[in-house]
């Protein structure tokens, strides 16, 4: 069974991102689109884009597999990741596509880092075009939905999904709240940032923003727990989001016109004008 070696290096690393993909959510619905990108959406949420001539390599060489309208790992794909893994090539490459991308810090600074468009919950979204072939989402918009995605998770507001084995009675006072020691000064700032972004964005429109950004959830599954109608939700995010862009980072002041009020027969005065 051919391993890859026969297509080119980048598109090496491409194959090895979407494999991991499929290999870590068990496969993923194939969405293609007009441009000739594939959309692999997971049942859980997160998303990624491919090309579909990656696809039709994954499937000519045998390391995935097709059922219906899902594109499937095989036995091969997981000794594909191994082969890569244990021969020293890039482990990010095979979970993910990493893009630059500029973030803003809480006091304010901003920096360029590398993103994982794979695991981030906008990746796909950010490659979406409008009908001018401009990106959908401005980079602002997604610097703002990775900031709020990062104070979330500083504040400590995600669900837990594992049990916690330290005793419960050692992390608390008598007749003190349950869980206010743990909390951490850059926690509660992060809370109160959170806090401030869901005001700025509205009721409106910051649950679509939390459910994305901070929850992982798919648009479609947006539309299907909001009962809202079909690629509504692309609207609402980007709204929210522009929103959200604008209390991150709002724009300055107009200048304040000055205004003089006269008579009708009011001239202004002749000093200080030309001859």
């Keep these: 069974m051919s391993d890859g070696r026969h297509i080119k290096a980048g598109a090496d690393r491409r194959l090895a991102a979407m494999l991991a993909f499929l290999a870590r959510h068990a496969g993923a619905r194939l969405a293609p689109r007009p441009d000739g990108m594939v959309a692999l959406r997971t049942e859980e949420g997160p998303a990624t884009t491919v090309s579909a001539g990656l696809v039709d390599a994954a499937l000519r060489l045998g390391l995935a597999r097709r059922d219906g309208d899902r594109l499937m790992p095989s036995d091969e794909t997981r000794r594909f990741l191994k082969r890569r893994l244990v021969s020293g090539e890039d482990f990010r490459a095979q979970h993910g596509a990493l893009e630059e991308r500029t973030i803003a810090e809480p006091d304010g600074t901003r920096r360029r880092v590398l993103a994982d468009v794979a695991e981030s919950p906008l990746g796909a979204l950010s490659r979406l075009k409008d009908r001018a072939g401009q990106p959908f989402l401005p980079e602002t918009a997604l610097a703002a939905g990775e900031r709020l995605a990062g104070d979330f998770q500083r504040a400590g507001l995600q669900p837990r999904l594992t049990m916690r084995w330290e005793p419960r009675i050692a992390s608390r006072m008598k007749g003190e709240a349950g869980g206010g020691r743990d909390l951490t000064d850059s926690a509660v700032a992060a809370r109160a940032r959170v806090a401030?972004?869901?005001?700025a964005m509205g009721p409106e429109l910051a649950g679509v923003a939390l459910d994305v950004c901070c929850f992982s959830k798919g648009l479609e599954t947006v539309e299907r727990e909001r009962q809202w109608p079909v690629r509504s939700a692309k609207l609402m995010l980007r709204a929210a989001l522009m929103a959200l862009a604008r209390h991150y980072d709002p724009p300055p002041a107009p200048a304040r016109q000055r205004h003089a009020w006269g008579a009708a027969?009011?001239?202004?005065?002749?000093?200080?004008?030309?001859?």
């Design 196 to 199: 401030r972004a869901v005001e």
């Design 265 to 275: 027969d009011f001239r202004p005065p002749a000093s200080g004008l030309r001859s």
